[in-house]
């Protein structure tokens, strides 16, 4: 079974992600922050991470977890998806994104 991380601050979008993943079979874990998400990383396998795009600047942003993940030699084999509701995707993908898609509610699901 896949294992996917999700790196999101707001606690209600991160549930609600969760729910969606979980229900269609995979193991997901959360984490509020990318520092978290990447140390999360260094100590389980994860096949996916998916990732919020504007998180506070007292932690990492998702632009800066992408390139973190990327940078690293084991982690960086990972596939980063940034999953937001107004972050830029060229901006994403220019971070280390592997894509960008629209978040829950911004796609109309919520």
């Known amino acids: ?6 790196i999101d601050d707001d606690m209600a979008n ?3 992600l969760e729910i969606y993943l979980d229900y269609a079979g995979y193991d997901v874990h959360v984490e509020y922050t990318g520092m978290d998400g990447y140390a999360y990383t260094q100590r ?3 096949h996916l991470v998916l990732t919020d795009l504007r998180m506070p600047v007292r932690t990492w942003t998702g632009y800066e977890t992408a390139t973190r993940f990327k940078s690293d ?3 960086g084999q990972i596939p980063v998806v940034a999953v937001t509701a107004s972050g830029d995707k060229n901006k994403a993908l220019n971070a280390g994104c592997d894509d960008a898609v ?3 509610q911004t ?4």
């Open 44 to 46: 389980h396998s994860i």
């Open 73 to 75: 030699k084991q982690l």
């Open 102 to 104: 629209p978040s829950i």
């Open 1 to 6: 079974m896949a294992t996917i991380l999700i």
């Open 14 to 16: 991160a549930q609600l």
């Open 107 to 110: 796609a109309g699901f919520a």
